[in-house]
């Protein structure tokens, strides 16, 4: 059974304060790893997709990195903005029905 | 506007209410997806139509029903729910439901259900 387990559930910062979230996976054949966001009340916002090993992606103060069993979101001098529910789902080249989803990193970047 | 529309954006029923949610898709993809998501709890598919064919997650229970009259709308049918069903119903919808580079599923912001 496909499995995304993220951690910690929850990360409380001060602005400024860099630091790194943890997606394992458990995915069979993944074809893609995906990073997204969720305000409160909204629905979630995409933001990257990693496809292979040593992949990384950027955008603004996130990275996104990508290894053989786990994805990490990395946040350089975050700003109370990006307070949100970070969430990490993956997608197996088998079922190819959807995305596996894990139950996401609660983020609070304190001024 | 956003790629994905849902409506309405709030809904409270009874249990032996009838209602619907609609979504509708302007990014003119051919996959579209429900989700549910519970507190605590991960998003779960719940049924994945493709040009219009469903592709059914056998865990959803029958009062769920879901609809897809065209490529670009998907309705799901409320019937007796529970009061466990309470929960944010995501319509998402991707260019196709295979699993290549570059297939991102894009979500619209969600139907908050609340079942009394």
């Known amino acids: 059974e496909d499995q995304v387990t993220q951690s910690p559930e929850a990360l409380r910062l001060q602005e400024g304060e860099s630091s790194s979230l943890n997606c394992s996976y458990t995915v069979s054949g993944l074809r893609g790893l995906f990073w997204y966001r969720q305000d409160p009340g909204k629905g979630p916002e995409f933001l990257f997709t990693l496809y292979s090993a040593g992949e990384e992606k950027e955008k603004e103060r996130l990275k996104a990195t990508l290894t053989k069993k786990e994805s990490f979101l990395h946040i350089t001098a975050p700003k109370p903005e990006d307070s949100a529910t970070y969430l990490c789902a993956g997608i197996s080249g088998g079922g190819a029905d959807g995305l596996t989803f894990g139950k996401g990193t609660h983020l609070i970047i304190q001024p | 506007e956003t790629g994905v529309t849902q409506t309405p954006r709030h809904l409270v029923m009874g249990m032996t209410n009838k209602k619907s949610l609609k979504c509708e898709q302007h990014l003119g993809h051919n996959a579209m997806y429900w989700y549910k998501q519970s507190a605590k709890k991960p998003l779960e598919l719940m049924f994945v139509?493709?040009?219009?064919?469903?592709?059914e997650n056998n865990s959803v229970p029958s009062r769920f029903s879901p609809e897809c009259p065209n490529s670009s709308h998907l309705f799901l049918h409320l019937h007796t729910l529970q009061p466990e069903d309470s929960a944010l119903y995501l319509c998402?919808?991707?260019?196709?439901?295979?699993?290549?580079?570059?297939?991102?599923?894009?979500f619209g912001e969600g139907s908050w259900l609340t079942v009394v």
């Open positions: 139509y493709s040009l219009e064919e469903r592709v």
């Open positions: 998402a919808s991707s260019q196709s439901r295979s699993a290549y580079s570059g297939n991102t599923i894009y």
